[in-house]
């Protein structure tokens, strides 16, 4: 089935631990996006990619980093610079960057502080 | 900038109720609008979308219209069930010219239909 996958589904991270959150598609699409979702805030955009090896920055990059080495995967990385990580994390793709085209979803991770 | 506005949740309705969630948007040009639904525990599914103006987009007795004079893209349904019980998100993609793919979203609202 084409698909977007998103492990693990629940992680906790310690006290200045750097986590890594990963995003596989095999839908065969360019662009791949990282949001994170807050309660009663919607999402908001951490980082995207329109090609392999190039990534931009979003809304809110800050104490994150993430790397589009292949075009199927996008991992992203909350380090210990991010202080407030908890949050429910979701990636999605779209083919090209058609503008008229939706957004497809994986079934997100939710991260937290141990 | 581009924004979107929603209704502020919860909504509370009982089953076979008509549903309205409120949408506007602010925006150059013309963006094409979204609406998805999040039910617990998972990530966003398409609802309905349109692309252009006065285009009505619709799906699972779910329907929504492209306002382009009152900047709107409210979502309507007929008849609620305790299945549509979920979180509704509207969204917009900027036009062309200036578009990466990104999407802009409104908070979400919060639908609870109860028997």
């Known amino acids: 089935d084409g698909g977007i996958t998103q492990s693990p589904k629940y992680l906790f991270r310690k006290e200045g631990q750097n986590v890594t959150l990963s995003c596989e598609q095999n839908?065969?699409?360019?662009?791949m996006y990282w949001y994170r979702q807050d309660p009663g805030q919607g999402l908001r955009l951490i980082y995207y990619?329109?090609?392999?090896?190039?990534?931009q920055k979003g809304d809110i990059a800050e104490g994150y980093s993430v790397s589009r080495e292949k075009k199927e995967s996008f991992p992203l990385t909350v380090t210990s610079a991010q202080k407030n990580p908890t949050a429910f994390y979701l990636c999605?793709?779209?083919?090209?960057?058609?503008?008229?085209?939706?957004?497809?979803f994986g079934d997100g991770t939710r991260l937290s502080i141990l | 900038g581009n924004s979107v506005t929603q209704m502020e949740g919860p909504v509370t309705l009982s089953e076979e109720a008509f549903l309205t969630i409120n949408c506007t948007y602010t925006a150059t040009g013309y963006p094409s609008l979204f609406w998805y639904v999040q039910y617990p525990g998972e990530g966003l599914q398409l609802l309905l979308k349109a692309t252009k103006a006065d285009d009505k987009g619709s799906n699972k007795g779910f329907e929504a219209t492209y306002r382009k004079e009152t900047t709107s893209f409210h979502l309507e349904k007929g008849s609620v069930q305790v299945s549509d019980s979920a979180v509704y998100f509207c969204?917009?993609?900027?036009?062309?010219?200036?578009?990466?793919?990104?999407?802009?979203f409104g908070q979400g609202t919060t639908l609870q239909v109860k028997p």
């Open positions: 969204a917009l993609s900027p036009v062309p010219s200036s578009n990466t793919g990104k999407l802009i």
């Open positions: 839908l065969n699409h360019d662009a």
């Open positions: 999605a793709t779209l083919p090209g960057w058609a503008t008229n085209q939706p957004q497809h």
């Open positions: 990619s329109q090609i392999v090896n190039d990534f």
